[in-house]
């Protein structure tokens, strides 16, 4: 579910955790920082799988065929389990992977304009689509699941992911369902050094509820409207608060560094460790506990913490990169409109102050009490910063306005969202209206499918 660090030194991989000084660890996260005539976008593209009979999931078996026929072109290496189980594709610098309950998901390519990025996304989708064709299968483009329940979804099988289940299943009321059942959209953008990036997380989690309602896209469940709007963001929510959601050191004067992103992950208990290739249960105690007393005999490395953080999915997450997880998946033409809209509000510091400005009253309280009526009144809600409706479709043209003005970027990729923001509709509530006059499949079929 998630993708390691990159550029890190061998030699610090291998170093123990002990011998690691702070500035070792803090550059886990900092060296990634470039200057802004470098700063490229990219995003993640989750989208269900399903049967085109009955929209129901498809199994392992079927979706292995599907990625055979995407990587006979030549241009893929195979992703294997150990035991040769095929699990998905990577490219130089994309990548195709099942996700725990059969989702699949697409990462771009990093690139410097927004219209490279669709172009390739939209590829990709063709691909897909011709793909699926031959094998019965089509793609709903949607925040949740909107047929199947926890027991009957589908499991991938990668080990990765029967150690997240055990993990994960005691800990959140909906955490299984968060795992199997959930598919989004994620953004990447890149940081100039330590205070753009500690700027950037605590604008971007201000915002990140407004757009959440914005691209709300799931009120199935089990065939009927399930009382949301997002259902996805209420999930998350509701899975580990140690590891997910919106938390106070985002927010507040200091904002995330790297040094408080360190201390959090020392201070939660490992998921697994990684020995001799395989994912290790531990004891429930805090990392740095295995830091000063190993685990199995061995030191706890710099390469263990990797995998540490690879474990933590905040609604803003620090990797090489800023990344932005709060909304739901949409059709591909949404994908370049996000990832546009959170380039022309963070990447200009001039439009970010003028964000943080508009939302300054969105302390950690507020976004805390924002999150659960999001879910489920989407832009119908009311936030400490004023009507979602109204906030949001400020937002987005305070951000659609930096692109045209001042930017060489795509400002025409952000159109999609900025028709939704006017309308003060999101997808959710299109479906709803939809299914009420014909019915759930209808509404699937004819608005979310790929």
């Not at 300054?360 to 009507?387: K, T, Y």
């Amino acid at each position: 579910m998630s993708k390691p660090m990159t550029q890190v030194r061998e030699e610090l991989l291998n170093l123990p955790m002990s011998e690691a000084s702070l500035e070792d660890l803090r550059s886990l996260f900092l060296q990634a920082a470039k200057p802004e005539s470098e700063w490229m976008v990219g995003a993640e593209f989750e989208v269900f799988a399903v049967q085109k009979r009955d929209l129901h999931p498809a199994d392992h078996g079927e979706l292995a065929m599907l990625i055979e026929q995407i990587g006979a072109s030549g241009s893929w290496d195979f992703e294997r389990e150990r035991g040769g189980t095929l699990v998905g594709l990577k490219g130089p610098s994309r990548s195709v992977s099942l996700e725990p309950g059969g989702q699949l998901e697409y990462a771009t390519s990093p690139h410097r304009q927004l219209r490279a990025m669709r172009d390739e996304l939209l590829a990709y989708c063709d691909e897909l689509k011709e793909a699926g064709a031959r094998a019965g299968l089509t793609f709903l483009c949607l925040g949740h699941q909107p047929f199947v329940h926890v027991e009957d979804a589908p499991r991938m099988p990668k080990a990765r992911y029967d150690r997240m289940r055990s993990y994960l299943g005691p800990r959140g009321a909906r955490a299984m369902e968060m795992m199997l059942l959930t598919g989004s959209i994620q953004c990447a953008l890149d940081f100039s050094d330590e205070t753009n990036l500690t700027n950037k997380i605590r604008t971007a989690t201000r915002a990140s509820p407004f757009i959440a309602a914005l691209t709300s896209a799931s009120p199935f469940t089990r065939g009927k409207p399930n009382g949301f709007k997002s259902v996805r963001y209420q999930v998350w929510l509701e899975t580990d608060s140690e590891r997910c959601g919106v938390w106070p050191e985002m927010l507040d004067a200091e904002g995330l560094t790297a040094e408080r992103y360190i201390e959090r992950a020392l201070g939660v208990s490992p998921m697994f460790l990684m020995r001799d290739g395989q994912f290790r249960a531990t004891e429930e105690r805090p990392f740095a506990h295995f830091v000063e007393h190993g685990f199995e005999g061995q030191p706890v490395r710099v390469r263990d913490f990797l995998d540490h953080l690879t474990t933590f999915f905040p609604e803003v997450r620090v990797k090489n990169y800023v990344e932005l997880r709060g909304s739901d998946c949409l059709q591909p033409r949404y994908v370049s409109a996000l990832a546009g809209f959170w380039r022309g509000i963070l990447d200009h510091e001039p439009t970010r102050l003028e964000v943080e400005d508009r939302l300054a009253s969105m302390d950690f309280e507020a976004i805390q009490n924002l999150q659960p009526a999001v879910a489920r009144r989407g832009l119908e809600a009311d936030s400490a910063a004023g009507p979602v409706v109204e906030v949001t479709e400020w937002l987005i043209e305070t951000a659609y306005q930096r692109l045209r003005n001042g930017s060489p970027d795509c400002a025409e990729c952000l159109q999609p969202l900025r028709d939704l923001a006017r309308n003060g509709r999101s997808p959710a509530d299109a479906l709803l209206e939809r299914a009420a006059e014909s019915s759930v499949a209808t509404a699937l079929r004819e608005q979310v499918q790929l």
